[in-house]
Nanobody
Framework: VQLRESGPGLAKPSQTLSLTCTVSGGSIKSNGYYWSWIRQPPGKGLEYIAHIGDSGSAEYGPALKTRTSISRDTSNNQFSLHLNSVTPEDTAVYYC???????????WGQGTLVTVSS
């Protein structure tokens, strides 16, 4: 299974950032897996954002919950992150990952750097 992030490398403050993760070698509908977004701001640790399960149900981390939505496109085996009202503090490397229970992130994409700047 491989994951690959795609999206804009640059966003302006107040815009909505949308990133897509394309999964190959396995289905996002497979039982027992959760498809996740995590980010790492420069010089900081990893921050869990959200995940979507095999049934399509979503859960969100507390830090970005009010500004985040996650969705999936099963026909293209993709899932997406939408982050509203971005600020420069949202500058980070964004990763998608396959997760098992208890927040065990077992397979990661290579990450994509998003810079928020006017």
């Amino acid at each position: 299974v491989q994951l690959r992030e795609s999206g804009p490398g640059l966003a302006k403050p107040s815009q909505t950032l949308s990133l897509t993760c394309t999964v190959s070698g396995g289905s996002i509908k497979s039982n027992g897996y959760y498809w996740s977004w995590i980010r790492q701001p420069p010089g900081k640790g990893l921050e869990y954002i959200a995940h979507i399960g095999d049934s399509g149900s979503a859960e969100y981390g507390p830090a970005l919950k009010t500004r985040t939505s996650i969705s999936r496109d099963t026909s293209n085996n993709q899932f997406s992150l939408h982050l509203n009202s971005v600020t420069p503090e949202d500058t980070a490397v964004y990763y998608c990952a396959r997760m098992r229970g208890n927040y065990y992130f077992e397979i990661w994409g290579q990450g994509t750097l998003v810079t928020v700047s006017s």
